[in-house]
Nanobody, 125 residues
Framework: QVQLVESGGRLVQAGESLRLSCAAS????????MGWFRQAPGKEREFVAA????????FYSDSMKGRFTISRDNAMSTVYLRMNSLKPEDTAVYYC??????????????????WGQGTQVTVSA
């Protein structure tokens, strides 16, 4: 069982940067692939990025590649999402999720086993 708690979401202006954090409980954090998803009002949950347990392999949604960076600190059981050059269309609730046991990156939310409660990011024009 893994519990995930996101933080760092807030109101920012377009062009600014923001770093989200997701703290995980449990002693097996390193064994999980971690992902970030987001959901804007009236839209489906959307894959953002994922990182394997060792932290050296990452995967991004094409639309966010180059602006967003996922990283993790296994000693701190925390995964991060650095977001640069934020745009109003990045406004959403951002969720972190843990995938236990898959050897490939999945962009499907149903493939992730544990979810945090989400953190709101609002980007004003």
């Amino acid at each position: 069982q893994v519990q995930l708690v996101e933080s760092g979401g807030r109101l920012v202006q377009a062009g600014e940067s923001l770093r989200l954090s997701c703290a995980a409980s449990g002693r097996t954090f390193r064994s999980y692939t971690m992902g970030w998803f987001r959901q804007a009002p009236g839209k489906e949950r959307e894959f953002v990025a994922a990182i394997h347990g060792g932290g050296t392999s990452t995967f991004y949604s094409d639309s966010m590649k180059g602006r967003f960076t996922i990283s993790r600190d296994n000693a701190m059981s925390t995964v991060y999402l650095r977001m640069n050059s934020l745009k109003p269309e990045d406004t959403a609730v951002y969720y972190c999720a843990a995938d236990n046991g898959r050897s490939y990156f999945s962009t499907r939310s149903l493939d992730y086993d544990y979810w945090g409660q989400g953190t709101q990011v609002t980007v004003s024009a």
